[in-house]
């Protein structure tokens, strides 16, 4: 269905080169944004007026060169939820490393939710596990620890897939880490933040252009940017107050 | 073994073509769904259910395994036949090597011209390439295996194995699947698999897929004509459709998250991770079931076999080998262009259509081999013959 929307939408732009004048708008992927589960400790948390978070990533959750601090999705997101909820105190902490399999960050991922006190964990994994070709039992292990630990710290847990990168496709076996994300995710209802097929939708529609090869940190900036905002959709859709009703929490 | 041995099973003297079409088919699955970013892709059944073209492929290879080399088997005994499958296993490890080497040669390219701030962290699969000593020589151990190069490995595995379960299977084929099942049991309990480069392990697990393939055999050896009663009952048909509709209702939730919440948590709980890597209950049901359903719907004598639209898909079934190698290469060569030219739809389309073309005339022209050297060589004992009758295993 999504590829159809997407084929329908490829075809509108491509007959209107007009529209390619206009500025990237990545909201084009809002419907990628799930919102079936709830955040339950964010919620409390923003009714506190105070939410911490912390971003626990690998490589593809930072850029480049010292603007990382203030452009890589951590930073944008951020801002972005500071302005959705104004009168909250938000705090993103990264705790960012390139190069991390899941086990990895599974083992600092205790003290460094300890440090943040934070109300969420935003846990970007898998392209590092597909590289290495980490077993899947593993990975999967790895997942269903993290989110263990993160639910005893005292905090909710969205887990972030890989980016979709067209160059590197072929090259990556990416499906089945993505799917075990997927699955992990489902089973322990909390929400899956599909950075793959945003980008992917990004791409087919001329969004951002993926593929070239630069060195310019121009689009690269702009692609985090709009990942930030889209997670501050995610956590505003899930978390508002007076918006869905969190289950019962035991 | 010089006395005639007592045969329990017989092979079935003629070839069922339904067998070469849907190894065909599932042939040009394979290569759309290797195709990375296809929209044509969305056609193939994976996103329909469970299970994917691979079940297809090696329940099929099972089948015409046992056919080609059963009949070897009986005719010339266990060493001859032997020493054919292991022939074979030995051309596909040499088709494995070639395609290794195309892909060598695409990612030193993509090393050399791409670069992208954006993407430092995928680009770590170039590491490799630093100590090519080591990569080069765990691919030739088939420890090192690119993407979408697993089927190959398994299949060499799957065969060098085959000749003494092939012997099993002559003699009480009942008591050879029952093997295959305890091995995959086995498999499940103790968590065998091969292990990989640079760390994990294979992809295809060979202690579970030889199940399928060793079914496959089974069924050639004549188990599906004892199946043959149940196959037509409508209770049967009526749990298959049954469980492709839960199927499907669950791959919808994976394209539309949103539908997610109508799948009660048990459900989620029960089935995954659906294991692709140890072949899954829930894969090789959803098998069985597209099995039941097309063993009902398409008999083995039904004209439509014959008909022209088929023969495409047969010619490509009949010569699988050649085309599965060559599709690997092909969507190589499609990524390829959709990364250096263009990947808009009418691209996708026209590059997953040329690519099955392609297939087609590669298969056409090997069978065209095929019969001027039969015609060249003359009349031939019987037993070459029903070889190459068969095709390939």
Not at chain 1, 79 to 84: G, H, M, T, Y
Not at chain 2, 261 to 289: M, Q, S, T
Not at chain 2, 299 to 322: M, V, Y
Not at chain 2, 360 to 372: D, E, G, P, R
Request: aromatic residues 12%; proline residues 5%; hydrophobic residues 50%.
């Amino acid at each position: 269905m999504r590829a159809l929307i997407g084929v329908l939408l490829g075809v509108l732009a491509w007959c209107g080169p007009a529209l390619a004048e206009t500025p990237a708008d990545c909201r084009v992927a809002e419907n990628q944004i799930e919102t079936s589960f709830s955040l339950p400790r964010v919620t409390k948390a923003l009714a506190a007026k105070h939410l911490d978070i912390l971003v626990m990533g690998a490589g593809s959750s930072m850029l480049p060169g010292e603007r990382s601090a203030s452009h890589a999705y951590p930073a944008r997101l951020q801002s972005a939820l500071a302005e959705k909820f104004p009168g909250v105190a938000v705090k993103v902490t990264a705790d960012v490393k390139a190069g991390r399999t899941a086990a990895e960050m599974v083992r600092v991922l205790k003290p460094a939710l300890m440090a943040s006190k934070a109300a969420l964990l935003i846990w970007q994994t898998g392209t590092v596990d597909a590289v290495r070709s980490v077993e899947l039992y593993q990975f999967n292990a790895s997942l269903e620890k993290g989110i263990a630990i993160a639910q005893t710290s005292g905090a909710d847990a969205i887990l972030m897939n890989m980016q979709y990168s067209p160059r590197t496709e072929s090259m990556i076996a990416l499906g089945l880490y993505n799917e075990n994300m997927r699955w992990v995710a489902l089973q322990h209802e909390f929400p899956l933040f599909d950075r793959f097929s945003i980008m992917k939708l990004w791409s087919d529609l001329g969004t951002f252009d993926l593929y070239s090869a630069t060195k310019k940190l121009d689009t690269a900036e702009r692609v985090h940017d709009c990942i930030g905002r889209l997670l501050a959709d995610l956590i505003f859709e899930t978390a508002k107050p007076g918006g869905k009703q969190p289950p019962e929490i035991r | 073994m010089n006395e005639k041995p007592r045969i329990a099973t017989t092979v079935p003297a003629e070839r069922d073509l339904r067998l070469d079409l849907f190894r065909g088919i599932a042939l040009w699955l394979i290569f759309l769904d290797h195709i990375p970013s296809n929209l044509v892709s969305w056609i193939t059944i994976r996103n329909y259910g469970f299970s994917d073209a691979t079940e297809i492929f090696v329940f099929i290879s099972g089948f015409t395994a046992a056919f080609v080399y059963g009949k070897s088997m009986q005719e010339r005994g266990f060493v001859v036949s032997s020493a054919r499958i292991l022939k074979r296993a030995w051309q596909i490890y040499i088709a494995h090597i070639f395609l290794f080497a195309i892909y060598l040669a695409e990612i030193a390219y993509v090393a050399q011209s791409f670069d992208n701030p954006l993407y430092g962290e995928e680009m770590g699969i170039l590491d490799f390439l630093r100590q090519p000593d080591v990569t080069i020589l765990q691919a030739l151990l088939l420890k090192f295996k690119p993407v979408n190069m697993d089927v190959l490995p398994l299949y060499i595995i799957l065969l060098a194995w085959f000749p003494p379960m092939l012997w099993l299977l002559l003699r009480n084929a009942s008591l050879a699947l029952v093997a295959s099942a305890g091995l995959y049991a086995a498999m499940w309990w103790f968590g065998w698999n091969f292990p990989s480069y640079p760390s994990g392990y294979w992809v295809f697990n060979p202690y579970a897929w030889q199940l399928l393939f060793v079914f496959g055999a089974w069924c050639a050896l004549g188990g599906a004509q004892r199946l043959g009663r149940w196959l037509n009952s409508p209770i049967i048909v009526g749990i298959a459709i049954a469980y492709l509709v839960f199927c499907f209702s669950i791959a919808l939730t994976w394209h539309i998250p949103r539908l997610g919440v109508f799948v009660p948590k048990l459900v989620n709980e029960i089935i995954y991770p659906i294991d692709k890597v140890n072949l899954d209950v829930l894969r090789i049901a959803h098998f069985l079931a597209l099995a039941v359903i097309t063993v009902r719907f398409v008999s083995r004598d039904w004209p439509g076999l014959k008909s022209q639209i088929f023969t495409p898909a047969i010619i490509c079934g009949q010569h699988s080998l050649e085309t599965f190698c060559l599709g690997v290469f092909l969507s190589f060569a499609a990524h390829f262009v959709f990364t250096e030219v263009s990947n808009s739809v009418l691209t996708q389309f026209l590059v997953s259509a040329l690519g099955i073309v392609i297939m087609v005339a590669t298969a056409a022209l090997l069978a065209w081999y095929k019969s001027i050297e039969r015609k060249g060589s003359g009349p031939r004992p019987p037993a070459i013959q029903a070889d190459l009758a068969g095709g390939e295993a």
